[in-house]
Nanobody, 124 residues
Framework: QVQLAESGGGLVQAGGSLRLSCAAS????????MGWFRQAPGKEREFVAA????????YYADSVKGRFTISRDNAKNTVYLQMDSLKPEDTGVYYC?????????????????WGQGTQVTVSS
């Protein structure tokens, strides 16, 4: 079992920054990748970013490239999502997820464990 806990969400004005944290506990040694997804009201859950747990390779949705940075702290079993130059369209509930299988990191069905989410609201 892997438990995930997100934190760092909040309200920020357009152009501002937030850093989300995802603390993982449990059988993290079996995780292949950690990812961030988001969901806005009335919209489908969408991939934001992911990082391979062992190798550190990163992946980003086109919509956030150049603005968001995913990173990890292995000692703390924590993954971060630094969000800069935030836009109102970035608003949504951000979910941290862990995958135990090797596969496409941008597909939600490839993730096995999910956090409860943290709200990010960007005002215009």
């Amino acid at each position: 079992q892997v438990q995930l806990a997100e934190s760092g969400g909040g309200l920020v004005q357009a152009g501002g920054s937030l850093r989300l944290s995802c603390a993982a506990s449990g059988r993290t040694f079996s995780s292949y990748a950690m990812g961030w997804f988001r969901q806005a009201p009335g919209k489908e859950r969408e991939f934001v970013a992911a990082i391979a747990w062992s190798g550190g390779s990163t992946y980003y949705a086109d919509s956030v490239k150049g603005r968001f940075t995913i990173s990890r702290d292995n000692a703390k079993n924590t993954v971060y999502l630094q969000m800069d130059s935030l836009k109102p369209e970035d608003t949504g509930v951000y979910y941290c997820a862990a995958s135990v299988r090797k596969g496409a990191v941008n597909a939600y069905m490839n993730y096995d464990y999910w956090g409860q989410g943290t709200q990010v609201t960007v005002s215009s």
